[in-house]
């Protein structure tokens, strides 16, 4: 794809349609994603700017880019945007328009990956393709990585490049998914960075009974029935709330009305809460950032109609609060299904911790000074993610890592968090343009 010469929104807004048009879905399967299709749209668009572009493919068709532009002084820090590629599943049924057919309509780009976070990676490309065209040369290295396999928690992507491709990747500072969506308060306008993300502890449980006719169901062991009990267990489990540091600051941030400040800060009272909020978007972020979940999502079993089933697998997703490890999580597990628990058997396909970086950091003041451009006034504000990001495996190679973006306030917070893994999702143009917007005032702030 070869960009036409026009303002940044216009750019962002025809490559991101093409992005989401080539519906690089990642279902989880190796085979799934084939993230190579929107790497080569960016290499073209990126090509003959002058960076240095490297794909690495680790499984046939995950293609991860890297591309660089080298800084001019040596021991300068560093930054890299970070972007993914591949996006989840969409059932048309559910869309009022076509999740991957890229529409523009009222202004705004529809599909699956248009907030999550197709929209980011294309002002990425978009911003350092400006950048280097303009003649801007950074005094560190200025790199944007767009990744395969996020939403399989980065094992063809982010996870594979830190672990075998770690020095080419190395970074003081790092921007990805997903925050500076506008928040109105009584304060003013309060932007969202996100510092910190909830563990991923993914499991399967598999529960076991013994075959039988289904005609003659009395006094059989069914596998079935059982994993039912133990998904209602799970869902059903009372996991106490805990104020965690990243929340308090969040919520001190916002600067509600003291009685409500109060309630989303007291373990005792934030559940009851999120019961009894109207609005069940934000009710569903203020639990998910105050509590450990437990999720059950995915169900096989069965061989026949006729058959009683002797083998049923559960797929569980649990998120975890930092200060969570392996002790708590199976403790809680024991704890949930009670005396089932000597029944199932839970094999673990992911055992990632919360991780967080520190807002005391240069990066910090000059994205807070590059929004305030755009919103006078505004304040950035540390926030936890319930959602998994690429961001945590950069952490543990000592990079300060921040979740950010720089959206419209066409729509409500409430709203944007709604369309991810959701429906309908859309973005504005006026969005994409403050986005790139973002990623040239930053590199300039960073590496000028």
Not at 21 to 34: E, I, K, L, Y
Not at 327 to 338: D, I
């Amino acid at each position: 794809m070869v960009l036409v010469e026009r303002n940044a929104a216009g750019e962002v807004t025809d490559l991101l349609r093409q992005l989401i048009r080539n519906a690089c879905v990642n279902d989880g399967t190796p085979g799934s994603g084939q993230e190579r299709r929107n790497a080569d749209v960016l290499m073209s668009v990126l090509d003959g700017c002058g960076v240095d572009i490297e794909l690495y493919e680790p499984q046939p068709g995950r293609v991860s880019l890297v591309a660089r532009m080298q800084g001019s002084r040596p021991g300068a820090a560093s930054l890299t945007l970070l972007g993914h590629t591949d996006v989840v599943p969409a059932d048309p049924a559910g869309w009022r328009h076509d999740p991957f057919g890229g529409e523009l309509v009222d202004d705004e780009v529809w599909g699956r990956g248009a907030i999550d976070m197709l929209n980011l990676t294309a002002s990425m490309a978009v911003g350092i393709r400006r950048l280097a065209l303009s003649g801007f040369r950074p005094a560190g290295d200025l790199v944007f990585i767009a990744v395969a396999d996020e939403e399989a928690l980065g094992t063809h992507g982010a996870g594979w490049l830190t672990t075998y491709a770690a020095a080419e990747v190395a970074t003081d500072f790092l921007v990805t998914e997903a925050g500076g969506f506008p928040i109105a308060t009584p304060a003013g306008i309060r932007l969202p960075v996100v510092t910190a993300e909830k563990g991923s502890w993914w499991c399967t449980l598999v529960v076991k009974g013994a075959p039988g006719h289904a005609s003659q169901p009395l006094r059989t062991d069914n596998a079935l029935v059982k994993a039912a009990e133990a998904v209602r267990r799970l869902a059903e489990h009372d996991i106490p709330a805990e104020i965690h540091e990243s929340w308090r600051r969040f919520v001190r941030g916002l600067a509600l009305p003291g009685e409500l400040t109060d309630a989303m800060l007291d373990p005792e009272r934030v559940g009851p809460l999120c019961d009894d909020l109207p609005a069940v978007g934000l009710a569903r972020q203020i639990h998910a950032s105050t509590h450990t979940t437990v999720a059950p999502t995915v169900a096989h079993g069965g061989t026949k109609v006729n058959v009683i089933p002797d083998r049923v697998e559960i797929q569980v997703d649990i998120r975890v609060l930092p200060g969570w490890g392996a002790r708590e999580v199976e403790a809680m597990m024991s704890a949930a299904l009670g005396d089932l628990a000597g029944e199932v058997d839970i094999t673990w396909g992911s055992t990632d911790s919360a991780s967080s970086s520190p807002s005391d950091t240069a990066m910090w003041d000059a994205m807070q000074r590059v929004a305030g451009r755009h919103y006078p006034e505004a304040r950035c504000i540390p926030f936890l993610t319930a959602g998994a990001t690429d961001a945590r495996f950069f952490r543990r190679l000592g990079t300060v890592a921040y979740g950010f973006g720089l959206f419209s306030n066409r729509l409500s917070f409430e709203d944007y968090g709604a369309m991810f893994h959701g429906v309908d999702e859309r973005v504005d143009v006026e969005s994409l343009r403050l986005s790139t917007e973002l990623w040239e005032g930053l590199a300039r702030e960073m590496l000028g």
